[in-house]
C-alpha cells in the first residue's frame, strides 16, 4: 500500500507538500499540485481517514436533515435527487454524508441535537418545509455551520439554495394557455409542505392567468402530497368536474406519474385525450414513452450547490465571514409528448 512518502518520491517534493495538496491549501504551485495530484493517481493512494481527522480536528462528515417522516422521505424520488446531488459533491471532497431521517417531524430536533452533542458532524444540510424555522434559529443561536435547500424563514438572506416555486407554475401555466388550454386542473403543495408566507407554485399559476386576462379556476385546484397514489387518485375527482380539464397540471413527477396510469386505465391518451405536465423532470420521467412534458426542477443542482456553499463555509477562517448569500435556482420547461394542445383544437 502507497504511503505519503512514497507520493512525495514520486512527485519530487516533500511530504510536508503532498499534505498541503491533499487538504487543498491555495499556497501550493498549480504545476507542483498537478505533480502531486497525478503521483496519488499512479500510486492510487488513499490517505488515512482518521489521522487526518485528528489532524484537522475535523470529522469530514456532514449531516443531511430531512425533517419529514422517513416513510415519506424513502418513496420520494424528488428527495433522493437533492440527496445525490449533495453526495457527490461531499464525495468529490472526501467528505461523508450522514443522512438523518427521524420517524416524523417532531422528532428532528432530538435527533439534530443527538447529532451536535456527540460532535459527529463538521455541518449540516437542512431541507427546508414547514415548521423548520425554530430548527434553523437554533443552528444560528449555536454558530453551526449549516446550508438550507429552500428558505427557512421568509427573510433568512444568508446560506440557503433555492428552487423559485412559483417560477415553475408560472412557467407551466402560460404554456398550456399558449396551446389554448382554459381549463386546466391543477394538482398543487399541500399546506403542510409549505413555509408560512412562502410563495407557491400555485401563485405562479395565477400570475399566467392574469397576465392572460382570464380568470383563474380555483376550483380545479386539488392538493397534493406528491405522491404517485396522490395523483392517481385525485383523476376520478378531476374528471368528474364541469366542465373537464383538458390539461392536469402536476407540482411533482410522481403525481403525474399517477395521473398518466388512471388516465390509460380509462381508456384515456395522455397528449391526445388530456395533457399532462409534470413538476420536477426526474431521471425515470425523461425516459418515459411517451414522453412527460415537465417543468425541470433543478433538484440535484439543489443538492449539489448547496453541498458547495457550506463546503465553502467550512473552509473560511474567519468565523463572522461565514455567510454567503443565498442563491436562487430558475426552472425550465422541457416539452415532450404529453402535452399537445386541447382535444377541439386538434381536430
Known amino acids: 500500500m502507497a504511503t505519503i512518502y512514497d507520493v512525495a518520491a514520486r512527485a519530487g517534493v516533500s511530504p510536508k507538500t503532498v499534505s498541503r495538496v491533499i487538504n487543498h491549501c491555495a499556497t501550493v504551485k498549480e504545476e507542483t499540485r498537478q505533480r502531486v495530484l497525478d503521483a496519488i493517481r499512479a500510486l492510487d493512494y488513499h490517505p488515512n481517514a482518521v489521522a487526518k481527522s485528528l489532524k484537522q480536528q475535523k470529522t469530514f462528515n456532514i449531516g443531511y436533515v430531512i425533517p419529514y417522516g422517513s416513510d415519506f422521505v424513502f418513496r420520494d424520488p424528488a428527495q433522493l435527487e437533492q440527496i445525490k446531488g449533495a453526495n457527490d459533491v461531499l464525495a468529490a471532497s472526501d467528505y461523508n454524508l450522514i443522512l438523518s431521517v427521524p420517524k416524523s417531524g417532531r422528532d428532528a430536533l432530538r435527533e439534530v441535537d443527538s447529532l451536535l452533542k456527540h460532535k459527529n458532524v463538521d455541518g449540516l444540510i437542512l431541507y427546508a418545509m414547514a415548521g423548520v424555522e425554530p430548527l434553523a434559529r437554533e443552528f444560528e443561536a449555536k454558530g453551526?455551520?449549516?446550508?438550507?435547500?429552500?428558505?427557512?424563514?421568509?427573510?433568512?438572506?444568508?446560506?440557503?439554495?433555492?428552487?423559485?416555486?412559483?417560477?415553475?407554475?408560472?412557467?407551466?401555466?402560460?404554456?398550456?394557455?399558449?396551446?389554448?388550454?382554459?381549463?386546466?386542473?391543477?394538482?398543487?403543495?399541500?399546506?403542510?409542505?409549505?413555509?408560512?408566507?412562502?410563495?407557491?407554485?400555485?401563485?405562479?399559476?395565477?400570475?399566467?392567468?392574469?397576465?392572460?386576462?382570464?380568470?383563474?379556476?380555483?376550483?380545479?385546484?386539488?392538493?397534493?402530497?406528491?405522491?404517485?397514489?396522490?395523483?392517481?387518485?385525485?383523476?376520478?375527482?378531476?374528471?368528474?368536474?364541469?366542465?373537464?380539464?383538458?390539461?392536469?397540471?402536476?407540482?411533482?413527477?410522481?403525481?403525474?406519474?399517477?395521473?398518466?396510469?388512471?388516465?390509460?386505465?380509462?381508456?384515456?391518451?395522455?397528449?391526445?385525450?388530456?395533457?399532462?405536465?409534470?413538476?420536477?423532470?426526474?431521471?425515470?420521467?425523461?425516459?418515459?414513452?411517451?414522453?412527460?412534458?415537465?417543468?425541470?426542477?433543478?433538484?440535484?443542482?439543489?443538492?449539489?450547490?448547496?453541498?458547495?456553499?457550506?463546503?465553502?463555509?467550512?473552509?473560511?477562517?474567519?468565523?463572522?465571514?461565514?455567510?454567503?448569500?443565498?442563491?436562487?435556482?430558475?426552472?425550465?420547461?422541457?416539452?415532450?409528448?404529453?402535452?399537445?394542445?386541447?382535444?377541439?383544437?386538434?381536430?
Not at 180 to 185: D, K, S, T, V, Y
Not at 215 to 225: N, S, T, W, Y
Request: hydrophobic letters at 35%.
Open 144 to 347: 453551526l455551520k449549516y446550508v438550507s435547500l429552500g428558505k427557512c424563514y421568509p427573510e433568512q438572506k444568508y446560506n440557503f439554495v433555492e428552487v423559485e416555486a412559483p417560477s415553475g407554475g408560472y412557467l407551466g401555466t402560460r404554456f398550456l394557455l399558449n396551446l389554448g388550454h382554459r381549463e386546466i386542473a391543477f394538482l398543487g403543495e399541500a399546506p403542510q409542505f409549505l413555509e408560512p408566507d412562502k410563495e407557491s407554485m400555485i401563485s405562479g399559476c395565477i400570475r399566467a392567468y392574469q397576465e392572460a386576462g382570464l380568470e383563474f379556476p380555483a376550483q380545479g385546484v386539488l392538493p397534493g402530497d406528491y405522491s404517485v397514489e396522490c395523483g392517481y387518485y385525485a383523476v376520478e375527482r378531476l374528471l368528474a368536474k364541469q366542465p373537464a380539464p383538458t390539461a392536469i397540471f402536476c407540482a411533482s413527477d410522481p403525481m403525474a406519474w399517477g395521473v398518466l396510469r388512471a388516465l390509460r386505465e380509462r381508456g384515456l391518451v395522455p397528449g391526445k385525450d388530456i395533457d399532462v405536465l409534470g413538476g420536477d423532470d426526474l431521471p425515470l420521467t425523461q425516459s418515459l414513452e411517451p414522453g412527460l412534458s415537465a417543468i425541470h426542477s433543478k433538484l440535484y443542482e439543489l443538492g449539489s450547490l448547496g453541498a458547495g456553499i457550506l463546503l465553502e463555509c467550512l473552509r473560511m477562517e474567519d468565523e463572522a465571514a461565514r455567510e454567503i448569500p443565498g442563491r436562487y435556482l430558475q426552472s425550465e420547461l422541457v416539452v415532450r409528448q404529453s402535452t399537445n394542445g386541447p382535444t377541439r383544437d386538434r381536430a
